[in-house]
């Protein structure tokens, strides 16, 4: 069972029906099917299967979605590639995982190029939109292939993915993804967003989390719609010509959507979910998202090594035909599967219950089977069939999951845990502050003191005491920042998760500190 299977699935039911849009090219599932295909075959034929790699590095484009399609029915693992990342980056992934294979736009073909005599282990290159000198064109590469059913049978334990982590703790890791972990996600995907008939807009990249919620739309046989950049009009655009009932974005660029003036003379009817996840919203711009776009604001939890945590659905951030409480929309909902297990463990690995603070770990289908050429990280992370995720937080007496944050995030000041993650909450609801961070500082008399880091939305609306006042109003002193620094933004990985260790590096240049 292979993660194409989903394609087959849509093929099966609606063949003749347009599985991937972009621009003025539509797709069937049909044809979808064939190019899927075609390509699995071809790395075949070449040798290429089980334990080989390959890597695709494109923009949203439903050539490069499909190759990675057919580099999985062939029993190879994908390496996804962030256009938006540095060439070196992209180096580094591509030798660290070894990859044989890549497909790619030709945009990025002086890059590619580059950096090929770097790469003894990459063997074969394939430009999805051109004919280059020395490269092999994708049309013309598997032209005689056959689009019948790739004989090769691939196994739900088989890695599907190799995938990079967000890179908020400094280190270099890549997850093992099963097929059977986007087997788990799709029955998530379906339980979280039901929609039989759904139109999902591509916006974010479809090389990470946008690529994995694509596949429960296959399987169903619905369509999707890719755009190359989440740029605010192009997105409440499409969203009113395609009538699309999905879309995923990180809450960065749902802020955006809010302050777009063109927002109001569009027409949203047709959406059923706004979904986010990859990072926290703070309540107050949440009540703001939900007031604007109404009952569709949906949002799931999860990690690389973990997909598919817990999820909150639309209904549930409406109590009695109202926006919820702040309690409930500062949740992360539920777990979504019932074969996925979710617990808080203490420090002393115990099982706690409900309401006291601890590790959230997770155990089930979606999780990753270790990190690759990393067995020490994989020990350290995989524990007994366990995820430890890293993160801290509890259930509520109704199976409500809180994370209250990061274990490396934690403020240890004057001997008293304070987690960064409620202070933001607090400073994210006062009106002149458009995004924060909070994080901790050395100080000779607390240990850590409280810092926080902000983008205000006017710079001369506010001073420094004001806002501090608000904090300690609504948090005491212990918890009250010590200090603010303005900032026109804050530093982020790839995936939009604010990346602190970077905030925090200058303070504890000279000292030791965990990131």
């Known amino acids: 069972m292979s993660v194409s299977d989903f394609l087959e699935r849509g093929a099966l039911v609606n063949p003749g029906a347009v599985c991937l849009r972009q621009g003025a090219v539509a797709i069937t599932y049909g044809d979808a099917r064939s190019w899927m295909r075609r390509v699995a075959n071809t790395l075949l034929a070449e040798e290429r299967g089980h334990g080989r790699h390959a890597a695709v590095w494109c ?34 992934i591509l030798a660290f995982a070894d990859v044989e294979v890549l497909f790619f736009q030709r945009r990025y073909a002086d890059a590619v190029l580059a950096l090929r005599p770097r790469l003894p ?34 196994a ?12 908020t703790s400094g280190d270099f890791r890549m997850a093992m993804m099963p097929h059977r972990a986007y087997h788990a996600f799709v029955a998530f995907c379906l339980h979280w967003m039901p ?13 990470h989390a946008a690529g994995g919620l694509a596949y429960h739309v296959l399987a169903t046989g619905g369509q999707l719609v890719l755009i190359d950049r989440a740029e605010p009009r192009a997105v409440l655009e499409a969203i009113e010509r395609h009538r699309v009932t999905k879309l995923f974005l990180p809450p960065t660029v749902i802020y ?60 549930e951030f409406i109590i009695d035909g109202h926006i919820a409480d702040d309690d409930r929309l500062a949740a992360a909902g539920r777990p979504g599967l019932p074969f996925c297990r979710v617990a808080i463990r203490d420090a002393q690995g115990c099982i706690v219950g409900p309401g006291v603070d601890g590790e959230i770990c997770v155990r089930g289908d979606q999780a990753m ?52 993650a409620e202070v933001e909450q607090v400073l994210a609801a006062h009106p002149a502050v458009a995004e924060c961070a909070v994080i901790g500082v050395p100080d000779a008399d607390w240990g850590e003191a409280v810092k926080a880091v902000v983008v205000l939305r006017d710079a001369a609306g506010v001073d420094d ?22 900032v026109a933004e804050l530093p982020r990985s790839d995936r939009g998760k604010v990346l602190k260790r970077e905030l925090r590096a200058p303070y504890w240049a000279a000292q030791r500190r965990g990131v």
């Open 121 to 154: 282990r990459l063997q074969r290159l394939v430009c999805l939109d051109a004919a280059l000198p020395g490269v092999s064109d994708l049309a013309a590469w598997c032209a005689g292939a056959s689009d019948g059913e790739p004989s090769v049978e691939v």
């Open 369 to 420: 089977t270790g990190y690759y050429r990393n067995p020490e990280a994989t020990a350290a992370v995989l524990v007994d069939g366990w995820v430890h995720t890293g993160d801290v937080g509890h259930f509520d007496d109704r199976g409500y999951l809180h994370i209250v944050d990061r274990k490396k995030d934690m403020i240890i000041s004057g001997g008293f845990n304070v987690y960064s």
């Open 256 to 315: 955006r959507l809010l302050d777009e003036p063109t927002r109001a003379q569009r027409d949203l009817s047709s959406l059923k979910f706004l979904a986010w996840s990859a990072a926290p919203m703070s309540v107050a711009r949440l009540r703001e998202v939900i007031e604007a776009f109404g009952p569709v604001v949906t949002q799931a939890y999860g990690q690389t090594e973990a997909l598919g945590i817990s999820c909150m659905r639309p209904e």
């Open 195 to 207: 929609d039989p008939q759904a139109v999902m807009l591509v916006a974010a990249p479809i090389t």
């Open 465 to 486: 005491a004001a806002l501090l006042t608000w904090c300690r109003e609504r948090l005491g002193g212990v918890k009250t920042p010590k200090s603010i620094d303005r």
């Open 59 to 92: 923009d949203n484009d439903a050539l490069g979605f499909l190759c990675s399609l057919g580099v999985m029915r062939a029993g190879m693992a994908y390496v996804p590639l962030d256009t938006r990342s540095a060439a070196s980056d992209h180096e580094r």
């Open 156 to 167: 739900l334990e088989s890695t599907a993915w190799l995938q990079t982590g967000s890179g």
